[in-house]
């Protein structure tokens, strides 16, 4: 029999990887209880936030680059990228302007830059790639990806024809853009975006309004914060004849999407579409009997393009059964029945806090996966 797992992270928690070695460890403890012979494949999956790059190096191979860059702060921290065995590089913005670098006093959407983003993908051009992928989910940015692109040699020029700096809060500033000192390596690169999100630059939708809060900003905040995207966003039309306000997934990583489309003319792809391809997913779940994923919570949000629903997707069109097995299952979590998902349980075996429930989610994996597939195992019997 063969099991394929490949659950997303369980954030805050878990990573892809633990996860999966979590399930792995369960499954292989009911198979032996039940003397059955089981063979296990592992495929960390990632969404482009968080773990990307740890997911898809441990999935398809390759190797991790190790490199200096700054936080969202400005601040000089060690971060990372990787490298496939074809040269193409994973990047996930994250590693250096992610929220998880930021103590929660630390968050504010004013001053946080992507700069160090921009130095990861100029890293990653001076060793020689020239195919990237960029995972751009967990930012603490909300600066339009301006720092991403000051990174790379664009300058954001003020009325007195000095550059601006930091933060969402500058960018009301920006009266023109250069382009000329713009790394022209980037021309030649291939670059694909794993993103998710749908959300466009601006309004009730968007960048600001929707994440805004959870990195910082106040009420107060959003409202500049959104109308300094909408003039960024004017004047990146005016100056490179580019309308990119509206298109979908711009309003992503505070509106990292935005720039990415802009200056390094990237293409937006959904992260679970991104993983599969890189690991011929859909080679792997043709050949397994049974599919187990999972993800932190799971619930009607999943159906917009989350791990298990990518799995669920594929596997419908096989025939297989999947197991969802997650944190917890939340609002209209049984819409994903009709999504290709055969079942969904929770680790949760007992009233706890959120707290004890994130320290001891590889353990209380372990034992649902091992509970799981003892009773899959009892039906195979039979």
Same mark, same amino acid.
């Given at each position: 029999?063969?099991?394929? &797992?490949?659950?997303?992270?369980?954030?805050?928690?878990?990573?892809?990887?633990?996860?999966?070695?979590?399930?792995?460890?369960?499954? +292989?403890?009911?198979?032996?209880?039940?003397?059955?012979?089981?063979?296990?494949?592992?495929?960390?999956?990632?969404?482009?936030?968080?773990?990307?790059?740890?997911?898809? &190096?441990?999935?398809?191979?390759?190797?991790?680059?190790?490199?200096?860059?700054?936080?969202?702060?400005?601040?000089?921290?060690?971060?990372?990228?990787?490298?496939?065995?074809?040269?193409?590089?994973?990047?996930?913005?994250?590693?250096?302007?992610?929220?998880?670098?930021? /103590?929660?006093?630390?968050?504010?959407?004013?001053?946080?830059?992507?700069?160090?983003?921009?130095?990861?993908?100029?890293?990653?051009?001076?060793?020689?790639?020239? /195919?990237?992928?960029?995972? &751009?989910?967990?930012?603490?940015?909300?600066?339009?990806?301006?720092?991403?692109?000051?990174?790379?040699?664009?300058?954001?020029?003020?009325?007195?024809?000095?550059?601006?700096?930091?933060?969402?809060?500058?960018?009301?500033?920006?009266?023109?853009?250069?382009?000329?000192? !713009?790394?022209?390596?980037?021309?030649? *690169?291939?670059?694909?975006?794993?993103?998710?999100?749908?959300?466009? =630059?601006?309004?009730?939708?968007?960048?600001?309004?929707?994440?805004?809060?959870?990195?910082? *900003?106040?009420?107060?905040?959003?409202?500049? =914060?959104?109308?300094? !995207?909408?003039?960024?966003?004017?004047?990146?039309?005016?100056?490179?004849?580019?309308?990119?306000?509206?298109?979908?997934?711009?309003?992503?990583?505070? $509106?990292?999407?935005?720039? !990415?489309?802009?200056?390094?003319?990237?293409?937006?792809?959904? $992260?679970?579409?991104?993983?599969?391809?890189?690991?011929?997913?859909?080679?792997?779940?043709?050949?397994?009997? +049974?599919?187990?994923?999972?993800?932190?919570?799971?619930?009607?949000?999943? =159906?917009?393009?989350?791990?298990?629903?990518?799995?669920?997707?594929? #596997?419908?069109?096989?025939?297989?059964?999947?197991?969802?097995?997650?944190?917890?299952?939340?609002?209209?979590?049984?819409? +994903?029945?009709? #999504?290709?998902?055969?079942?969904?349980?929770? &680790?949760?075996?007992?009233?706890?806090?959120?707290?004890? #429930?994130?320290?001891?989610?590889?353990?209380?994996?372990?034992?649902?996966?091992?509970?799981?597939?003892?009773?899959?195992?009892?039906?195979?019997?039979?």
């Amino acid at each position: 029999m063969k099991v394929l &797992i490949a659950p997303d992270s369980f954030k805050g928690s878990l990573t892809s990887l633990q996860a999966a070695n979590a399930m792995e460890r369960g499954v +292989l403890k009911a198979a032996f209880s039940a003397n059955a012979v089981v063979e296990v494949y592992k495929i960390p999956m990632a969404d482009g936030g968080e773990g990307t790059v740890e997911a898809v &190096i441990c999935a398809a191979g390759g190797r991790i680059v190790k490199t200096r860059v700054l936080d969202p702060l400005g601040r000089t921290i060690n971060s990372f990228f990787g490298v496939l065995s074809d040269g193409t590089a994973v990047i996930e913005m994250a590693a250096a302007s992610g929220l998880n670098l930021l /103590k929660p006093g630390e968050r504010n959407p004013m001053v946080t830059t992507t700069y160090g983003t921009g130095q990861l993908i100029r890293s990653a051009l001076d060793h020689g790639c020239r /195919k990237l992928i960029i995972g &751009i989910g967990g930012s603490a940015t909300n600066d339009g990806g301006v720092g991403m692109a000051q990174a790379l040699g664009v300058k954001f020029l003020d009325a007195e024809g000095k550059n601006i700096g930091f933060g969402g809060g500058e960018l009301s500033k920006i009266e023109r853009i250069d382009i000329s000192g !713009l790394d022209p390596r980037v021309k030649g *690169a291939d670059i694909v975006v794993a993103c998710d999100v749908k959300n466009v =630059l601006c309004g009730p939708q968007g960048a600001s309004a929707v994440y805004g809060p959870q990195k910082g *900003a106040t009420p107060e905040m959003v409202e500049i =914060l959104d109308e300094n !995207l909408r003039h960024l966003a004017e004047v990146i039309k005016v100056d490179l004849g580019k309308d990119i306000a509206e298109v979908p997934g711009s309003g992503a990583a505070g $509106g990292l999407g935005a720039a !990415l489309m802009a200056f390094l003319n990237s293409k937006l792809r959904p $992260g679970i579409e991104i993983m599969m391809d890189i690991t011929h997913f859909s080679d792997r779940v043709s050949n397994a009997n +049974l599919i187990i994923t999972g993800e932190g919570c799971t619930d009607y949000q999943t =159906l917009f393009g989350k791990v298990p629903f990518g799995i669920g997707q594929v #596997a419908k069109r096989f025939n297989k059964p999947v197991i969802c097995i997650s944190g917890s299952l939340g609002e209209d979590y049984e819409q +994903l029945y009709d #999504a290709g998902i055969t079942a969904l349980f929770s &680790i949760i075996n007992r009233p706890m806090t959120l707290e004890e #429930a994130m320290e001891r989610g590889e353990e209380l994996l372990e034992k649902v996966s091992e509970n799981v597939f003892r009773l899959y195992l009892s039906r195979e019997v039979r």
